[in-house]
């Protein structure tokens, strides 16, 4: 079963615009992060935010936390056609579990 | 350096068959997850290794399903009597000591097709 939940399931936007994908989990987490994932194979790591941290910041990517209502955001600025692929918000959950929780992620087409 | 490799980068078999999958991690890396991704969903989680003993299996689906590790570093996912529900692609993973708020590092995948 997976934990998390994003929306919308697909996103389509011109280049230069912001893209704001969101994430909504079930259980408490230590931590949750974002992957990337081009053409349904590998997964690539983008983000990683703790569970007593409300905002990070990486190039072009912001991602919240808001632990009190399960959720998270993903915001990547000025879009790039390169940034077309399927995001996941992935979450470690509390207890020392090592295993990450999936969502069913969000496809950004970014159109040029 | 080397990411994650895995191999073969696809499969295809007949229902009935077995088949097994192999997963290169991350050198020096002590912490090894497989996951399974069927079309369209995220990746679910299947078996997580620390060193050469399976710390949590939960996610193995049946008794079909089976991995190895035996010298902590290479490991081999095996599926009996393979059915086409098992179709998706198979991720591996490492992280350098499996605790949390690790990075994991995933390989390429192989796409299992069952016919």
């Known amino acids: 079963s997976q934990q998390g939940e994003e929306d919308p399931q697909a996103l389509s936007i011109q280049e230069g615009e912001n893209a704001t994908m969101n994430c909504s989990y079930k259980?408490?987490?230590?931590?949750l992060q974002w992957y990337r994932q081009n053409s349904g194979r590998g997964l690539v790591h983008l983000i990683l935010?703790?569970?007593?941290?409300r905002e990070k910041h990486s190039g072009r990517l912001r991602v919240t936390l808001d632990t009190s209502k399960k959720s998270s955001s993903l915001l990547i600025t000025a879009s790039r056609a390169a940034d077309t692929a399927s995001y996941f918000c992935a979450t470690e959950q509390s207890g020392g579990y090592n295993k990450l929780i999936f969502g069913a992620g969000t496809r950004l087409a970014v159109h040029p | 350096g080397a990411g994650v490799s895995q191999t073969p980068s696809n499969k295809v078999t007949e229902k009935g068959k077995y088949v097994e999958l192999r997963c290169d991690p991350i050198?020096?890396?002590?912490?090894l997850y497989w996951y399974r991704q069927s079309l369209g969903q995220g990746p679910e989680f299947l078996i997580y290794?620390?060193?050469?003993?399976?710390?949590?299996d939960s996610g193995l689906p049946n008794d079909r399903f089976f991995a190895v590790r035996p010298e902590g570093s290479v490991s081999t996912l095996k599926i009996q009597r393979t059915e086409r529900g098992d179709s998706a692609v198979y991720l591996c993973?490492?992280?350098?000591?499996?605790?949390?708020?690790?990075?994991?590092?995933f390989g390429p995948g192989t796409r299992l097709l069952v016919l």
């Open positions: 290794f620390q060193g050469t003993g399976a710390a949590d």
């Open positions: 935010i703790r569970s007593n941290e």
């Open positions: 259980t408490s987490i230590n931590n």
């Open positions: 050198s020096g890396h002590t912490a």
């Open positions: 993973a490492s992280s350098p000591q499996g605790g949390p708020r690790e990075t994991q590092y």
